[in-house]
C-alpha cells in the first residue's frame, strides 16, 4: 500500500481525541486575527473531546463524521448532514465542518474531505449544499469557491468573547 494514500472513513469513538486536537488547533490557526485570542485560548481539547464522545452514536443517522486517515494517522475531519434552518431540518443538506490538521494545510486533504462529503449528500437525494464561513476568513471562501460554492447573500451573527464576527453562507447545486 502506498504510504500516501489518504483513506476517508466513516469516525470512529476512538477517533474522538485526534479530532478534537484537529479541530480546536484548526481555530487557534485559521482564526488568528478573525476571533479574539481570548476566545481562541480558551479552548480546551479535552472539553472538545467530551463533546464528540457525548454525541458519538447519537441521533437518527443522518448526520455524518468522516475522518481522513493517511498512513494510520486521522490528518482531518468533516461532518455533514441535512440543512438546519433555525432549528427544522430542510431538504437541502450542510457541510458543518471541514477541519484538517494545521500542518497539512494545502495538501488536499480538506478537498478529499468535501468531495466525500458532497458524493455522499447527492447519493442521498439533495439537490444542493449549504455552510457557514467567517466573513473575514478569504482563504476559506477561496477554498469553497474553487470547490463550486458561492456566497448566496445571507449573514449570520456569530460572537466571540463579546466580539461580532459574522458569518456568510455559501451555497452549491449537487449532482450532475
Sequence with gaps: MDDDRLLIRPMALADCDRVAEIRVRGWQSAYQGLIPRSYLD????????????ARFGQGDGSVVNLVAERDGEVMGWACHGPYRDGEVRT???????????????????????LLEALEERAALG???????????????????????????GAEEPFEADGVPVPEVRYARTLGP
Design 126 to 152: 439533495h439537490g444542493r449544499m449549504y455552510l457557514w464561513v467567517l466573513k473575514g476568513n478569504s482563504r476559506a471562501r477561496r477554498f469553497y469557491e474553487r470547490a463550486g460554492f458561492e456566497a448566496d
Design 91 to 113: 431538504a437541502d443538506a450542510e457541510l458543518y465542518a471541514v477541519y484538517v490538521d494545521p500542518r497539512c494545510y494545502g495538501t488536499g486533504i480538506g478537498h478529499a474531505l
Design 42 to 53: 480558551a479552548m480546551s481539547v479535552a472539553r472538545d473531546a467530551e463533546r464528540h464522545r
